[in-house]
Nanobody, 125 residues
Framework: QVQLVESGGRLVQAGDSLTLSCIVS????????MGWFRQAPGKDREFVAA????????RYADSVKGRFTISRDNAKNTVYLQANALTPEDTAVYYC??????????????????WGQGTQVTVSS
């Protein structure tokens, strides 16, 4: 069973930065496409960023483009989300997701079969 554990969420002020991490308990982590999603209170879960298995391709939601960076360290079975210039609109529970795929990444939640439990990011104004 593939397990994902996110960490790094916390209360920050507008303009601050933080880094979320997601550790994946899967021997073949380097064969998995990874994504970050978020869900704010009363809203649907939305795509934030995705990265291919090798890390050479990434994709971002327009709302975070230029502020967030997704990366991965396959030697550590970890995917990261560096979030800069945070605003209150970034407040949400952030989830990482995984799917075995050597060639693609996915920008929709249905594309992923494995999910973490989420980590709360709260941005105060």
């Amino acid at each position: 069973q593939v397990q994902l554990v996110e960490s790094g969420g916390r209360l920050v002020q507008a303009g601050d930065s933080l880094t979320l991490s997601c550790i994946v308990s899967e021997r073949t982590f380097s064969d998995y496409a990874m994504g970050w999603f978020r869900q704010a209170p009363g809203k649907d879960r939305e795509f934030v960023a995705a990265i291919s298995a090798t890390g050479d391709r990434t994709r971002y939601a327009d709302s975070v483009k230029g502020r967030f960076t997704i990366s991965r360290d396959n030697a550590k079975n970890t995917v990261y989300l560096q979030a800069n210039a945070l605003t209150p609109e970034d407040t949400a529970v952030y989830y990482c997701a995984a799917r075995p795929s050597l060639s693609r990444y996915y920008t929709y939640s249905e594309g992923y079969g494995y999910w973490g439990q989420g980590t709360q990011v709260t941005v105060s104004s």
